[in-house]
């Protein structure tokens, strides 16, 4: 019997423009977003039954079910750990379903490419509305400019240069995702304000011009709590940069110089640069 593991990156969306489209492979969302050291690892083996555990937990794992079952009907046993909240804007659903089939992949000896198995997980968060372009940010780590939306080798991206720099968070609450995805209003407001902010960030690709970017944004699609709003202004105060996770009610920020932790129990991480990968 064969056990395999993987690692998916946590991934922070800063700006997205949503683009649903018939097939999921071809939809999910422009924008930019951050890859974390932190993330999620998943351990995959044959089984007698598919069973999903989230931290020791049996959960439903919608999506990574979703992912697993569009690339083999064999039964296997996924255990993820998660160092990162849930439903907070860490696309952890996404890291969840990524890390997971690539675990699958080498356990069940599947021979796909990475370009079979990020679609997969791509798809499956879209069916599911649980993210439209985190996939695509955590295959590739770093910080990915999604400039045209799908999956994964289909859509077209470019990356923003940078070092492993420490990004710190707090989070307050979750939000639903498939609330706000399925929410006609809320899509054209972010679409608006996504639109405007990516071609400014073109303009000029860094990290502290995607935090100004992310902060404008998060401000126009009116979805930052006081909380959210006060942490901002906290950390702009002591010379950082933050802004809110998308979507999540959750503060990122780099030197934050001790702000944060007014606000909650602060917690670090790099950026990511490797993307997801086999353990």
Do not use: Y
Request: proline share 3%; aromatic share 4%.
């Amino acid at each position: 019997m064969k056990i395999a593991k993987a690692f998916a990156p946590a991934h922070i969306s800063g700006i997205f423009i949503i683009d649903i489209r018939k097939d999921s492979a071809l939809s999910g969302s422009t924008g930019c977003g951050i890859c974390l050291e932190n993330g999620a690892v998943t351990t995959v083996q044959p089984s007698d039954e598919t069973i999903i555990r989230i931290n020791g937990k049996i959960c439903e794992g919608a999506t990574t079910l979703s992912a697993v079952k569009s690339l083999t009907s064999k039964p296997v046993s996924i255990d993820t750990t998660l160092d990162i909240p849930v439903g907070c804007g860490f696309a952890a659903s996404g890291a969840g379903a990524l890390s997971a089939v690539l675990a699958l992949n080498e356990a069940l000896s599947l021979d796909l490419s990475l370009k079979d198995l990020a679609r997969a997980a791509h798809c499956a968060e879209v069916t599911n509305r649980t993210g439209l372009g985190d996939v695509t940010g955590m295959t590739f780590g770093g910080i990915v400019i999604r400039k045209k939306a799908g999956a994964p080798f289909i859509g077209v991206i470019d990356k923003i240069p940078c070092s492993d720099t420490k990004i710190s968070w707090v989070s307050f609450s979750e939000i639903s995702t498939k609330s706000v995805l399925t929410d006609e209003l809320k899509k054209k407001s972010i679409n608006r304000a996504g639109n405007t902010k990516l071609k400014e960030l073109l303009k000029k690709p860094t990290l502290e011009n995607l935090f100004h970017q992310s902060r404008g944004f998060a401000t126009d699609i009116g979805l930052m709590s006081s909380k959210v709003k006060d942490a901002i202004e906290a950390v702009e105060a002591k010379g950082g940069l933050a802004s809110q996770a998308m979507l999540g009610d959750t503060v990122f920020a780099i030197n934050d110089n001790g702000a944060l932790s007014e606000f909650g129990e602060v917690h670090e991480s790099r950026i990511n640069l490797a993307g997801a990968h086999l353990l």
